[in-house]
């Protein structure tokens, strides 16, 4: 079982920008994907993007497209999502898992998650 820590949340202004970090305990994540989802008050926990590591592929929710970008520190087995132009409806508890690329889907057990509060 994979550990995944993820932590940087706060509270930000409506356009203002935050960066998550989700460290790892794995020795390496090469070939696998990761990614972060985000569950918001009354929702269900969604996809938000996901990288491969090694290969730099990415992919995005439609709704964080152009302001949200993903990224990994290979030697610090750590995962980012800089968030940029942030909105009130990205107010979530924002989580790091490892992706089934294509689904879109978690693989391990959820962690504490974030909290990303945006106020308008």
């Known amino acids: 079982q994979v550990q995944l820590v993820e932590s940087g949340g706060g509270l930000v202004q409506a356009g203002g920008s935050l960066r998550l970090s989700c460290a790892a305990s794995r020795r390496t994540f090469n070939s696998y994907t990761t990614g972060w989802f985000r569950q918001a008050p009354g929702k269900e926990r969604e996809f938000v993007a996901a990288?491969?590591?090694?290969?730099?592929?990415?992919n995005y929710a439609d709704s964080v497209k152009g302001r949200f970008t993903i990224s990994v520190d290979d030697d610090k087995r750590t995962m980012y999502l800089q968030m940029n132009s942030l909105k009130s409806e990205d107010t979530a508890v924002y989580y790091c898992?490892?992706?089934?690329?294509?689904?879109?889907?978690?693989?391990?057990?959820w962690g504490p998650g974030t909290q990303v509060t945006v106020s308008s």
């Open positions: 990288i491969t590591w090694g290969f730099g592929r990415t």
């Open positions: 898992n490892g992706v089934n690329f294509g689904s879109e889907t978690p693989i391990w057990s």
